[in-house]
């Protein structure tokens, strides 16, 4: 019987050593190990917090400049839980903010229950008043307001809210540009709900080393230049009536880093806008027409193929098939070197140096030669639109695709990287849009890793592209590009007028693609204007006059 009873007060014993094992493991794991994030979620329960900014970094260009024209307001905060009696204070806020706020804050203190910003761009006057009435749930604070009246670069930017980052670069780098750690305003509460005793409303800095700050995008684009060219685009109408549809790219033509990207028309980023509004022409494809005849023309050159001295005949009209191609005013105008087929723009001719020396793979090689049916590398994968590359089945598909036609579509961001090789001998180098990620404190988070340059065509190539590139612009030749000329510095470049349907009516998109000074390129400039209806006529006096004013900031 005793043996029996000891064995059970061992057991007993035993068992009871175990819970108490047990239960000091649980105290030290939930004390020592967890004792910091549980108390952290403890003060988070009886904390409300309000940022006095937008938990987002800025977007800089490269000298600094913040793209968006961030504005700093005043902002009247309301904190429900530590309000009180709204009928009590309804006269005094009414004096102190005038009877149609006033009533815009007791309306969201009496339907509210968590803290917010319920008025912004308060005046100084109206939030000294506010500060004389000494109430508990107010406080005035500053508030961002992200997007400016002269903010820049509208479209390549984006826009963001609540949400996030939704187009733009606001949405590619969404992640790098949100963050926790700002400064909040910030009230404290008992375990019941109630204000603590003295607890006033505290601004308190981001201490918290789990939460990420914003980080600050860096970016290639001059906002002097950015500037202008919105300006003139501003000053542009619509060749058939109405505001301007256009995208206009400005690159570096040594380095192809953009310097700016804009399309028209507007918008203001912090009210909704429609598809037409949003889209960024810029990086939209469109259908490219001639300015891919001198990348045509290079490919072949570099290959053999043709040779800058020969000559082609400009006959007006070539029969292939049951098709007839026709030169722009079809009209026949005899034999014409390289040279001249390119200044006068004549279609027969790259008929013939396309379909008839090249063949349809080659003609394609010379678009993903220079990139075309690539991302220019401006945004991070899947950000960029491209338009795959026609699949020429026929004679006669080969045929439009050697004037630019049949199918082939670039944006001008990628039809200025292309002439960007053309213009400075011969490399291709992708668009080095963001240039770094940085803290605020400007240490270096990120470099965006992109495909390095690479050469497209040599020197002699370029050269001979370059001299056609001139004399389809210089004053009292043949060029079709005479009005993009630039006294005094020059300028060298292609115009197009590429046919297509948009809304099931024929259009004719505008583009002028060129570079300034003519001699040691320092501009290489695009301009698409959406159904434009001529390149020569429309597009290309555009682009001197953005020209003009760039060449004024020197």
Same mark, same amino acid.
């Given at each position: 019987m005793r043996i029996r009873m000891a064995r059970r007060v061992l057991w007993l014993s035993v068992a009871a050593a175990l819970c108490l094992t047990a239960l000091a493991a649980r105290v030290f794991y939930l004390q020592v190990m967890q004792g910091p994030a549980l108390a952290r979620q403890a003060i988070s329960q009886r904390t409300e917090r309000l940022p006095l900014q937008m938990r987002r970094g800025a977007i800089y260009d490269r000298n600094g400049v913040a793209l968006t024209d961030p504005q700093s307001v005043l902002g009247l905060a309301a904190f429900p839980r530590l309000f009180g009696d709204t009928a009590a204070v309804a006269e005094s806020l009414a004096d102190a903010l005038g009877e149609e706020a006033a009533a815009r804050v007791l309306e969201y203190v009496r339907r509210h229950h968590e803290a917010g910003w319920v008025i912004e761009g308060l005046s100084p006057e109206a939030a000294e008043r506010v500060a004389e009435l000494g109430l508990p749930g107010l406080a005035v604070g500053p508030t961002g307001r992200r997007y400016g009246p002269d903010s820049l670069a509208r479209h390549l930017v984006g826009y963001a809210n609540a949400l996030g980052g939704q187009t733009g670069l606001e949405f590619a780098y969404d992640a790098e540009l949100r963050g926790e750690n700002v400064p909040h305003l910030t009230a404290r509460y008992d375990g019941r709900g109630g204000p603590l005793p003295g607890g006033a409303l505290q601004v308190v800095l981001p201490l918290d080393p789990v939460n990420?700050?914003?980080?600050?995008?860096?970016?290639?684009?001059?906002?002097?230049?950015?500037?202008?060219?919105?300006?003139?685009?501003?000053?542009?109408?619509?060749?058939?009536?109405?505001?301007?549809?256009?995208?206009?790219?400005?690159?570096? $033509?040594?380095?192809?880093?953009p310097l700016a990207i804009a399309s028209r028309p507007n918008y203001d980023q912090a009210v909704w806008a429609g598809e037409n509004e949003l889209r960024n022409r810029a990086l939209t494809p469109y259908e490219t027409g001639s300015v891919f005849k001198p990348l045509v023309a290079a490919a072949a050159l570099e290959a053999g193929l043709i040779a800058p001295d020969e000559q082609f005949v400009c006959s007006g009209t070539y029969r292939l098939g049951d098709r007839t191609f026709r030169d722009v005013d079809g009209t026949p105008q005899g034999p014409v070197t390289l040279r001249k087929a390119i200044a006068r723009s004549c279609n027969t001719a790259f008929i013939q140096i396309g379909y008839e020396r090249m063949g349809g793979d080659a003609v394609l090689?010379?678009?993903?030669?220079?990139?075309?049916?690539?991302?220019?590398?401006?945004?991070?994968?899947?950000?960029?639109?491209?338009?795959?590359?026609?699949?020429?089945?026929y004679g006669g598909d080969v045929a439009q695709l050697s004037f630019g036609q049949g199918g082939l579509k670039a944006s001008p961001l990628q039809v200025a990287r292309a002439y960007t090789a053309l213009a400075n001998g011969g490399t291709l180098h992708p668009a080095r849009l963001v240039t770094a990620v940085k803290r605020t404190d400007g240490a270096v988070v990120a470099r965006p890793r992109l495909e390095?340059?690479?050469?497209?065509?040599?020197?002699?190539?370029?050269?001979?592209?370059?001299?056609?590139?001139?004399?389809?612009?210089?004053?009292?030749?043949?060029?079709?590009?005479?009005? $993009?000329?630039?006294?005094g510095v020059g300028?060298?470049?292609?115009?197009?007028? $590429?046919?297509?349907?948009?809304?099931?009516?024929?259009?004719?998109?505008?583009?002028? $693609?060129?570079?300034f000074p003519a001699q040691r390129p320092r501009y290489v400039v695009v301009v698409l204007i959406e159904d434009g209806r001529s390149g020569g006529t429309f597009a290309a006096p555009l682009f001197r006059r953005i020209a003009e004013r760039i060449l004024e900031l020197e």
């Open positions: 990420k700050e914003p980080y600050d995008l860096h970016t290639s684009i001059d906002a002097r230049i950015q500037r202008v060219v919105e300006e003139e685009m501003d000053r542009t109408g619509h060749p058939t009536g109405g505001p301007l549809r256009a995208g206009v790219v400005v690159m570096d $033509a040594a380095t192809g880093e090689e010379a678009a993903r030669l220079f990139g075309l049916g690539e991302a220019t590398g401006a945004l991070p994968p899947g950000h960029e639109p491209v338009a795959p590359l026609p699949e020429p089945h390095p340059a690479r050469r497209v065509v040599s020197r002699a190539t370029a050269a001979e592209l370059q001299a056609a590139l001139l004399a389809a612009t210089v004053p009292g030749g043949e060029g079709t590009g005479q009005a $993009a000329w630039l006294e300028a060298a470049g292609k115009s197009g007028s $590429a046919d297509t349907v948009m809304n099931g009516r024929p259009a004719t998109h505008a583009w002028f $693609a060129g570079w």
